[in-house]
């Protein structure tokens, strides 16, 4: 039996038709960037997180990188966040000028650790930028405490985690805002790149729309310099279509999580951890094991695509040589990227396919 990380065709063959019909009606009226179906999908979107504003561009990178700018981030400035993340986080950092500043995961939720963040903080200090990672909200109470004690503000990396919940609340609606990614892969993915930026902040909102544009409100007159980095109607079109099967989905992953939880339980692995109160939304169902090579083999040579995010972390890769970093810096993040990997979570999977996983790695 073959099982891919993620089967991103069979979501597809459901909902042919009905993709089909709605970009057909944009390729007649050739109407491609920005547009009705981005203005509706910034209305969903914001409705689905709970914020007032949403602004569509065109990666989860770029929304991580216009709402640093937005706060006003710049050369110079020292930004908080974890090293145990996928790149863009901390290249967005980077890019606005600013410093990364890291601190390690606590070793149950992967994510940044509050307990360690206050002692980071020095008067180059400038926001906080928390990963909810693999669609499991970072905890937030404590850093919102800590930020608000500080004076900071707090960016949720949203990427991963569209649906996810903390405390009753939706990720995104828990800073002062929240950067999505749209990739194809992702939860509620496009046909090509895009991403969102969601927050409750007249002034960021507004600062989010003139940089995507090109710092335009009216052609050909520009306020402040900005980006291309607009949300096409293409993609809009498909993201409003997805948005209704969203929760759906969600519930399926958390399904099929629950069911490897179950019957992986009494094997010597580790179960994703979910703090009570916190919706998962399995954006990757993560497992962690001191065997995790050989089972990552077992899989592989059994047909099941396995993978670790993240092999190596941030502190340690080669592009952020020049933050000083070295071996045993972040001991948690080092150690979980050498246990853990994914195995695959995605809505469609059959029964079968569930029992296969299984049986798999528990012949390892
Ligand atoms: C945690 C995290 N942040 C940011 C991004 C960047 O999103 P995009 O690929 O849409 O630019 C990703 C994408 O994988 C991600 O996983």
Not at 25 to 52: A, H, M, P, R, W
Not at 53 to 69: F, K, M, R
Not at 215 to 224: F, V
Request: charged share 25%; glycine share 8%.
């Amino acid at each position: 039996m073959k099982i891919p990380i993620l089967d991103l065709k069979k979501q597809y063959k459901g909902l042919k038709k009905e993709i089909e019909a709605r970009i057909s009606k944009i390729c007649d009226n050739q109407s491609f960037v920005l547009g009705e179906e981005v203005s509706l999908i910034e209305k969903n979107i914001s409705e689905y997180c709970n914020t007032q504003y949403a602004i569509g561009v065109n990666s989860g990178t770029d929304a991580l990188i216009l709402a640093l700018n937005a706060m006003g981030i710049c050369k110079g400035d020292e930004v908080i966040t974890t090293p145990f993340t996928f790149v863009a986080t901390v290249e967005a950092i980077s890019l606005v000028g600013g410093k990364p500043v890291f601190v390690d995961i606590d070793p149950k939720t992967y994510n940044i650790d509050p307990g360690l963040v206050e002692a980071k903080i020095t008067e180059k200090t400038k926001a906080i930028v928390p990963v909810h990672l693999y669609g499991l909200c970072a905890d937030m109470d404590p850093i919102s405490s800590i930020a608000k004690k500080h004076k900071l503000p707090v960016l949720e990396d949203c990427a991963q985690a569209i649906g996810s919940t903390y405390k009753g609340k939706k990720a995104g609606s828990l800073g002062v805002a929240g950067a999505i990614s749209f990739y194809p892969g992702k939860n509620l993915g496009c046909f090509g790149d895009g991403g969102m930026v969601v927050t409750n902040e007249e002034a960021l909102y507004k600062k989010v729309k003139l940089l995507r544009n090109h710092g335009s409100e009216k052609s050909y007159y520009h306020k402040i310099v900005g980006y291309n980095s607009r949300l096409d109607n293409l993609q809009a079109a498909v993201l409003n279509i997805k948005l209704t099967y969203l929760d759906k989905w969600i519930d399926q992953r958390i399904e099929n999580a629950a069911f490897f939880n179950k019957n992986l339980a009494g094997c010597s692995i580790t179960t994703p951890h979910v703090p009570e109160g916190y919706r998962h939304s399995y954006h990757q169902y993560v497992l962690r094991s001191k065997d995790a090579g050989k089972i990552v083999k077992h899989l592989l040579d059994s047909g099941i695509e396995s993978r670790t995010y993240y092999p190596l972390p941030l502190h340690l890769q080669e592009c952020f040589k020049s933050l000083g970093h070295k071996p045993g810096d972040f001991p948690e993040s080092e150690k979980l990227s050498k246990e853990s990997f994914a195995i695959p979570v995605y809505p469609e999977l059959t029964k079968e396919e569930k029992d296969y996983i299984v049986a798999t790695i528990k012949k390892v």
